[in-house]
Each structure stands twice: as C-alpha cells, then as structure tokens.
C-alpha cells in the first residue's frame, strides 16, 4: 500500500481553515512556514498528534476571488480521513452540531 508524506491543497480563508481542522477535526496545527519553491507564499500543516505517516494535510493560502479553480488531471475536490466503525456516531455528533 502506498503512504504518501503529505496532501497540499489551496484554501482562500485561513480564519475558517484553521478552525476546522483544528477544533472540528482535532489536528494539530503543526507549523506556519513558506513554500520551498515560492517563498513569498505561506505554508501551513495540520496532522495528528503522534506524527502518524499520511496524516499531515497542508495549505497554501490563495485568493480565488469567486473563481473557479481546476487544474486538469492534477484537480481533485475532496480529501477523506479514515475513522474506526466505533467512533461514527461521536464524529455524526461532532460534525452536525458544528454546522
């Protein structure tokens, strides 16, 4: 099976970004760094608190400005997380009464 290190997506409001994945989800806020490639361009990651391979996702803030964005054969719309059978109901629970 393949583990990969890490999923980069875009997000346009940090403020949000920061607060689902990190009170909504329960990640960790791991760093605020910037692009290796693109310096002038914040990086931010989120992962477990155990440093579990696979579990660390990261952003780049962008301004999409109500546009659109798709990146041909690079584009995808979603990212999922794995939970145990046993834990579905707390994170039903969770999920609904944050919305």
């Known amino acids: 099976?393949?583990?990969h290190h890490h999923i980069s997506l875009l997000t346009e409001n940090v403020t949000a970004n920061k607060h689902f994945y990190t009170?909504?989800?329960g990640l960790r806020f791991i760093k605020n760094s910037v692009n290796q490639n693109n310096p002038h361009r914040r990086h931010i990651y989120y992962g477990d608190y155990v440093g579990t391979p696979g579990s660390v996702v990261t952003f780049f803030p962008v301004n999409f400005h109500s546009r659109q964005r798709v990146d041909g054969p690079s584009y995808f719309d979603g990212l999922a997380f794995n939970?145990?059978?046993e834990s579905l109901g707390f994170w039903q629970h969770r999920l609904v009464n944050q919305f």
């Open 1 to 3: 099976m393949y583990q």
């Open 23 to 25: 009170n909504v989800l």
């Open 83 to 85: 939970v145990s059978l």
